[in-house]
Antibody, heavy 121, light 111 residues
């Protein structure tokens, strides 16, 4: 069974940094593009970033562009989200989700349970 | 303000049917596939419909999807209390830079 597990969330002060990780298992991780999607408390889903297989293409949402960096290490089936210059409105549960194919534009068929990031002083 | 527009809430009685609309533009729904996700409170989203109308094998055929022009619709028939959840539509948007856009979500209440 395909599974994704996020980690790295926590409490951080405004302006600080945090690195989220997501480990995949039960599927050929390197063959699929990956996404980060977040959900602020009581709000809807917001796409954050996508990375294609082989890291050929990486895209970011406007609200995080220039502050967040997505990367992957297929050798250890892992996806990362480096978050810098964090703001209060980055407070959310962050989900990683795999796409159905190698390139970025597909549907998200496997989701992790999420990790919570709280930005507050 | 979400790029895709959904009604905030819909409701119906058990056994009845309901539809949830998702409105977009030519840059997203009009020229790309739509997917739908179901989310129960406190849990991760789950893929419900992909490529406009296709269902993962584990999703019952009470759930259906369709698309016409720049709008998509999720249909749920034979409503059950266990269907009470939030439903989100999504599509890729190709303007300047590709991005995935979601609807604001629709809360389904089964009365």
């Amino acid at each position: 069974e395909a599974q994704l597990v996020e980690s790295g969330g926590g409490l951080v002060t405004p302006g600080g940094s945090l690195r989220l990780s997501c480990v995949g298992s039960g599927f050929t991780f390197k063959s699929y593009s990956m996404n980060w999607v977040r959900q602020a408390p009581g709000k809807g889903l917001e796409w954050v970033s996508s990375i294609s297989g082989s890291s050929t293409y990486i895209y970011y949402g406007d609200s995080v562009k220039g502050r967040f960096t997505t990367s992957r290490d297929d050798a250890v089936n892992s996806l990362y989200l480096q978050m810098d210059s964090l703001r209060a409105d980055d407070t959310a549960t962050y989900y990683c989700a795999s796409n159905n194919d190698f390139w970025t534009e597909g549907y998200m068929d496997v989701w992790g349970k999420g990790t919570t990031v709280t930005v507050s002083s | 303000q979400s790029v895709l527009t959904q009604p905030p809430s819909v409701s119906a009685a058990p056994g009845q049917s309901v539809t949830i609309s998702c409105s977009g533009t030519n840059s997203n729904i009009g020229n790309n596939y739509v997917s739908w996700y179901q989310q129960f409170p406190g849990t991760a989203p789950k893929l419900l419909i992909y490529d406009n109308y296709k269902r993962p094998s584990e999703i019952p055929d009470r759930f259906s999807g369709s698309k016409s022009g720049t709008s998509a619709t999720l249909g749920i028939s034979g409503l059950q209390t266990g269907d009470e959840a939030d439903y989100f539509c999504a599509a890729w948007d190709r303007t300047l830079n590709p991005r995935c856009v979601f609807g604001g979500g629709t809360r389904l209440t089964v009365l």
